[in-house]
């Protein structure tokens, strides 16, 4: 090989290094998936949400909830699951699991996705989320018999799960989003005929009667009242609420191309673990 072919492939081979160097560090394709899967959980543990937005997948390739990206962490926008119970509180990050799956185009365009497991724990001397029943959760009022049904069995209730974690009943918890929620009004019953009674306002269907077109949506909590017609004080109503003593994140992620970084697609919430008066239960929360 003379000279010229020398220089020319150590030229070639300096353009390589310098193209490789210009690329982020984040944009390797050397790591696995976790890494970037844990930094997004830890982000959220440390409210630092500027960051965890940042490792969210391109808005292109994957629909954005109302209220953007700030949805995934605020109760405002009623999105679920809702990470708002972990950002900016201490929780315990057990064994991680890991779990990838080519896609059929892979040798095409090396795409791969990923599903990272996360088993989160609380403690009740650092921070145990309340599990709120459905009517307060979404600023309802109930009775105190209706409170003591849901006591008795608070995992017959998986619906709304993570919308219904808080870390208080005090009122001052959840704002007004910054986006319209659509709400649904029910117009009133066409006139009848001269003399007829007004039709009865139907019944409302135990707690699955919210308004909203996209799903129920998150108010501070409502009051508990007593027969006396005076409101459980808070304090109280805090002591005889379930707590939330464990749950599964799934963080899945996508890697779009051999170079490209992994970066979280969406979520998932398999499993949760509460707290009740007569143990620990299993909640497969919807």
């Given at each position: 090989?003379?000279?010229?072919?020398?220089?020319?492939?150590?030229?070639?081979?300096?353009?390589?290094?310098?193209?490789?160097?210009?690329?982020?560090?984040?944009?390797?394709?050397?790591?696995?998936?976790?890494?970037?899967?844990?930094?997004?959980?830890?982000?959220?543990?440390?409210?630092?949400?500027?960051?965890?937005?940042?490792?969210?997948?391109?808005?292109?390739?994957?629909?954005?909830?109302?209220?953007?990206?700030?949805?995934?962490?605020?109760?405002?926008?009623?999105?679920?699951p809702n990470l708002a119970f972990l950002a900016g509180h201490p929780f315990e990050v057990?064994?991680?699991?890991?779990?990838?799956?080519?896609s059929d185009w892979y040798l095409i365009d090396g795409t791969?996705?990923?599903?990272?497991?996360?088993?989160?724990?609380?403690?009740?001397?650092?921070?145990?989320?309340?599990?709120?029943?459905?009517?307060?959760?979404?600023?309802?009022?109930?009775?105190?018999?209706?409170?003591?049904?849901?006591?008795?069995?608070?995992?017959?209730?998986?619906?709304?799960?993570?919308?219904?974690?808080?870390?208080?009943?005090?009122?001052?918890?959840?704002?007004?989003?910054?986006?319209?929620?659509?709400?649904?009004?029910?117009?009133?019953?066409?006139?009848?005929?001269?003399?007829?009674?007004?039709?009865?306002?139907?019944?409302?269907?135990?707690?699955?009667?919210?308004?909203?077109?996209?799903?129920?949506?998150?108010?501070?909590?409502?009051?508990?009242?007593?027969?006396?017609?005076?409101?459980?004080?808070?304090?109280?109503?805090?002591?005889?609420?379930?707590?939330?003593?464990?749950?599964?994140?799934?963080?899945?992620?996508?890697?779009?191309?051999?170079?490209?970084?992994?970066?979280?697609?969406?979520?998932?919430?398999?499993?949760?673990?509460?707290?009740?008066?007569?143990?620990?239960?299993?909640?497969?929360?919807?």
């Open positions: 090989m003379g000279n010229l072919e020398r220089s020319a492939l150590l030229l070639l081979g300096l353009a390589g290094c310098a193209t490789v160097a210009a690329l982020p560090a984040s944009s390797l394709a050397f790591g696995g998936p976790e890494p970037p899967a844990r930094e997004f959980v830890e982000s959220v543990q440390k409210g630092d949400l500027a960051r965890a937005k940042q490792l969210l997948e391109s808005p292109r390739f994957r629909s954005v909830p109302l209220g953007g990206d700030d949805a995934y962490f605020v109760y405002e926008y009623a999105y679920q057990g064994r991680v699991s890991v779990t990838t799956e080519r791969l996705y990923a599903t990272v497991t996360f088993p989160l724990r609380f403690w009740p001397t650092r921070y145990q989320p309340f599990v709120l029943p459905p009517y307060l959760a979404f600023g309802r009022p109930m009775t105190s018999d209706q409170l003591t049904s849901y006591l008795e069995a608070p995992d017959r209730y998986p619906a709304d799960f993570t919308l219904r974690l808080r870390p208080g009943a005090e009122p001052g918890l959840i704002g007004t989003p910054r986006a319209a929620v659509p709400q649904v009004k029910t117009p009133p019953p066409p006139p009848g005929p001269p003399g007829a009674q007004p039709l009865a306002a139907p019944p409302t269907a135990g707690f699955a009667s919210y308004p909203g077109l996209f799903g129920p949506v998150p108010r501070d909590a409502g009051p508990v009242l007593l027969p006396s017609g005076q409101a459980l004080p808070r304090p109280q109503l805090e002591a005889l609420l379930p707590r939330l003593d464990a749950i599964t994140l799934e963080v899945h992620l996508v890697r779009r191309g051999r170079l490209a970084a992994w970066r979280v697609s969406w979520l998932h919430v398999p499993e949760a673990t509460i707290v009740t008066a007569r143990g620990a239960v299993t909640v497969s929360p919807r």
